[in-house]
């Protein structure tokens, strides 16, 4: 049929929450399959609600698309990635990520870089550390991986799941396991966490950064949303890119920390992008900065002793 999309979804209805499985659970409203902006109504052709669980304090999408890993193959890798991050921020973040670990990433190490995507982040890593594994589920970016880490001898592409990867290299363990923007993108974090905890040395870390929750620009424009598009919600994207399932903020990170028995290093948000026009952008930022609401969450943690 010329014209014509074909998608086909499946979807989970989460009667409790799924990280922490408590039944405190708060409607947010809904979200649209596309960008929304300020005035949502009409924006979108499907929406899902979006749930926050008062016990963990997650954002997720209720109910939740569990088969999305056919949008990552019909995605334009360069296109993707550059939605989430354009080239001249990737530097800077570079940057600010060692920063962030530099006091508890001790010499040289062993590090498993889980939803690697194209390899931004592999490369930096490979460029520190002694050796890198990178590990990508989706076809299409694992292509664009392997092509922009080939020239690396200290880097092992697979194109793997890290459930997959654990079971087949259950005695591999790692100085740092960097986990990027992943577990906004999976079903089941807590699940993701539990494996990248058993795949740590006795000193290793993991990094985690993921999207928050409490970020100021979602309460500006939940602000505006009162008033034109009352039932809508500006959380996650579980429909289109960047397809975020979950959203988290500090309070989650501590929750699954304890369930997990890991000690979180260091947390802190991410305030450098703000998303609002030029002229607001500095004082969301200096606000965001102030209140500590920014975009993501940036965690480093490592095993109770
Ligand atoms: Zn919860």
Redesign the pocket.
Known sequence: MAGATVVELKFKFHTV?P??Q?NRIKNLGLRYNASQGLFPCGKGQMAVNTHR?V??D?VYSNPMPININQFYESENPDEYFDVILTKDDILKRWESIQQFMQNDIKGLARVLDVGAGIGIWTRFLAKRFNEVIAIEPSGTFFKVLKKNTSDASNIQALQCTLEEFASEHSEARFDLVFIHEVLEHVPNPVEILSIARNMLKNSGIIYICVPNNRWLTYELVKLVYGLTGRCFTPHLAPLHPPFHLYEFSKNTIR?MASMLNLDIVAIQTRTDRTYVPGLLHPIVKFFSRLLDKGYEVEVLLKKST
């Open positions: 929450c990280i922490c408590s669980c016990q963990c997650s929750y």
